[in-house]
Every structure is written in structure tokens, then in C-alpha cells.
């Protein structure tokens, strides 16, 4: 019986990785962690029977109390409970599925706890891989990847030799917007970007991904998941979400993972890695399909792809910064008090204010990012 904890659990990637429980019936979830959703919540502990429930809001917390005190489970609370339900004994992998910086001190407890990761949280690695990667490797903790271009890159990469790549190539769809200049795109509202094309993902994720920041953090992310230079990874428009990523050798063979949009087949293959099992669902059809198509992608028109490529190049602090302020504006236009293009505006203006720090600690990237906040919140855009 596998054993493990999910950090958001209620939201998009935690539900599904729950449907992948469901459906094989031999994990067993210790722990389980979600923002404020306690309705969804208490349905997953009745459902799921973990040992820990955190709960990042306390009134939430002793409501939800309350609403399990039937049940033998243990509700925590803040940062403190979750990095309990990220520590928890027994599990041997944390799903760290939680939404933006909140996940980096998570996910060091889990490693140092001697614990696996699926990683879900993009912003640990932009923010602190030059952390997590040296520690994982110190510690032998593996970081299976969910995110589905990385998962794809890490199942291409299956028996080749690392020091062999020549190229990775990473898709996008390209998002709602693709083909639009700015100028068509400054009177978009909250519901016309949360349109996303092929696949379903929870609000932010949906808006960066519109934006293409979400393709600029998996940049960032793939550098240090697979420890290759930036200039070796390439950004390829493929409109269909059918080819995942690709990765170029040396010898020139290109290796590409192909499917349907979904997101339990890469949370499923990190969770039994390295076994595959039959997952349920759609498959795709090539005679029905009738063409992939590929394009450039356009980084005039989407400046966010343009300044998380100079973010990474500066490398240092600025990741922090960029994503920071990306996760400030995107909050900002959810809540309709910035226009659309005011996201990668607030980027923009954060990054130019911002003096680097090299070598970052975690303390000095969480300054970073309150620095950012302080800096945005005195703005008008």
C-alpha cells in the first residue's frame, strides 16, 4: 500500500490526484491540506480517512473541527500545520499541489522528512530550485514531476543519458488568445481569459497560461529540473495539447510524448513511477485527428513569455520578483481591479524597481516577495 499526503487537496490538481486514488484503490493519503474549502474538504476526510487535515484559514480550521469531530482526524492550521501534513509519518510521497511560494518551506520539510515530491508547484522550483535541487540530491529524495510538459520531458528522458541533450522542446497551446496583438487583448475581461481551449485547470494557472507566464515559469522550472542552460530550452506553439514537449539529442532524434489533455495521466505516472497502469478515459484517435500543427510563439504581443526569459537569464532573486508580481496582478485582474494587460505591466514594473540578490536564502526570497507585494499595492496601473 502506497502512502501519501496532499498538499491542496481541493483544488484542481489535488482533486484529480484523488480520482487517481479512487480509481486504483491501493494509496492510502495520510495527510491532506487545502486553503479554505472546507465543505469539499470534510467530503475528502469522510471519503478518504487521513490521519491530519490542515486548513490554512484557523476559523475555517475550528469550523471544520466541529464539522469532523465524528471522525478520528487531527485538524491543524497555518504554515505550522502545513508543514505537519507535509511531514507526516508514513507517507512516502507529498503531492505539493498548493498555489504559489507557500510551497517552498512545505516542500523542504517534506525532502528533509526523507519524502518523495510530485510536484505540482511550479513556483518552488522558479523561486528556490538552486535550493531544492542541491538539497534533493544531498538528501536522495526524488522530484517526480506533474506539471504535464514536464512529465513528458521526464518520461522522454527515460533511459537516455542526461549530458545527451541537445534541445528541449517545450509546447504550449498558446492559450485563448494566440494570434492576438495587444491591442486586441486590452478590453479582455476575468471570463474570456479563464476560457482556456483544451484543458481545465484551477483560475490562476488558467490566466497565466493565457497570458503565456504559466509557458515563462515552465522555462524556469525545466532549467532546474533537468539542469540545462536556457538557451537550450525552446518554446513551440502546438494549438492542439496533443504533444506534451519533446526532447532533441545530441544525435539529432527527436523524442516527443503524445496524448490527451489530461491531467491525472502525469500525476498518475509520478505517483507509481517508474510503472505505468491503465488509466481510464479518452485516447487519442490519429485517424479522426487529422493534423498537429505547430507555431512560433509571439513574445512582443505576450510579454510575460518575453520577461520570465529575462528573468531567467538575470537568474538570482528576479525569478522571486517575476513570479511574485505575476501572482500579485493575476489577483488584481481575478478581482477586476487591473485590466488585462495590466498583469504583465505589474511584472514589468516590479522587475525594472528591483535590486538582485545572487544566491538567495529562503528568509531573502520571502522578503523578496513582500518587497514586491509592498512595491504593487503603491502603484496604479
Known amino acids: 500500500m502506497k502512502k501519501i499526503a496532499i498538499l491542496g487537496s481541493t483544488g484542481s490538481i489535488g482533486t484529480q490526484t484523488l480520482e487517481v486514488v479512487r480509481n486504483n484503490g491501493d494509496i492510502q493519503v495520510t495527510a491532506l491540506a487545502a486553503g479554505s474549502n472546507i465543505s469539499l474538504l470534510e467530503q475528502q476526510i469522510r471519503e478518504f480517512k487521513p490521519a491530519l487535515a490542515c486548513v490554512w484559514d484557523e476559523k475555517k480550521a475550528l469550523e471544520l473541527r466541529g464539522r469532523t469531530a465524528d471522525l478520528d482526524v487531527k485538524v491543524v492550521s497555518g504554515m505550522e500545520g502545513l508543514l505537519e501534513a507535509a511531514t507526516q509519518p508514513g507517507a512516502e510521497t507529498v503531492v505539493t499541489a498548493v498555489v504559489g ?5 512545505p516542500t523542504i520539510a517534506a525532502m528533509e522528512a526523507g519524502k518523495d515530491i510530485a510536484l505540482a508547484n511550479k513556483e518552488t522550483l ?3 530550485g538552486h535550493i531544492i535541487m542541491p538539497l534533493a540530491k ?3 529524495v526524488r522530484i517526480l514531476p506533474v506539471d504535464s510538459e514536464h ?3 521526464f518520461q522522454c528522458l527515460n533511459g537516455e543519458e542526461k549530458r545527451q541533450i541537445h534541445k528541449i522542446l517545450l509546447t504550449a497551446s498558446g492559450g485563448p488568445f494566440r494570434g492576438r496583438t495587444r491591442e486586441e487583448m486590452k478590453d479582455i475581461q476575468v471570463e474570456d481569459a479563464l476560457k482556456h481551449p483544451n484543458w481545465s485547470m484551477g483560475r490562476k494557472i488558467t490566466i497565466d497560461s493565457s497570458t503565456m507566464v504559466n509557458k515563462g515559469l515552465e522555462i524556469m522550472e525545466a532549467k532546474w529540473l533537468f539542469d540545462v542552460p536556457l538557451d537550450q530550452i525552446q518554446v513551440v506553439i502546438q494549438p492542439q495539447s496533443v504533444i506534451h514537449s519533446m526532447v532533441e539529442f545530441e544525435d539529432g532524434a527527436v523524442m516527443a510524448q503524445l496524448g490527451t489533455p489530461d491531467m491525472k495521466l502525469p500525476i498518475q505516472y509520478a505517483l507509481y513511477y517508474p510503472e505505468r497502469r491503465f ?3 479518452e485516447r487519442l484517435d490519429f485517424w479522426s485527428m487529422g493534423q498537429i500543427t505547430f507555431e512560433r510563439p509571439d513574445p512582443e504581443n505576450f510579454r510575460g513569455l ?3 526569459c529575462e528573468a531567467g537569464r538575470i537568474g538570482g ?22 485590466p488585462y494587460l495590466g498583469i504583465t505591466d505589474m511584472i514589468e514594473e516590479a522587475m525594472r524597481a528591483h535590486q538582485v540578490m545572487d544566491d538567495p536564502d529562503v528568509e531573502q526570497i520571502l522578503e523578496a516577495e513582500r ?3 509592498r512595491l504593487l499595492a503603491g502603484i496604479s496601473i
Not at 101 to 105: A, E, L, R, T
Not at 317 to 338: G, H, T
Open 138 to 140: 544531498k538528501l536522495g
Open 371 to 373: 518587497q514586491t507585494r
Open 279 to 281: 488509466l481510464p478515459g
Open 306 to 308: 518575453a520577461l520570465a
Open 101 to 105: 511560494m507557500i510551497g517552498i518551506q
Open 151 to 153: 512529465s513528458a520531458i
Open 317 to 338: 532573486s528576479m525569478p522571486v520578483v517575476f513570479n511574485a508580481a505575476n501572482e500579485y496582478a493575476v489577483n488584481e485582474f481575478l478581482n477586476r481591479r487591473i
Open 126 to 128: 522558479v523561486t528556490a
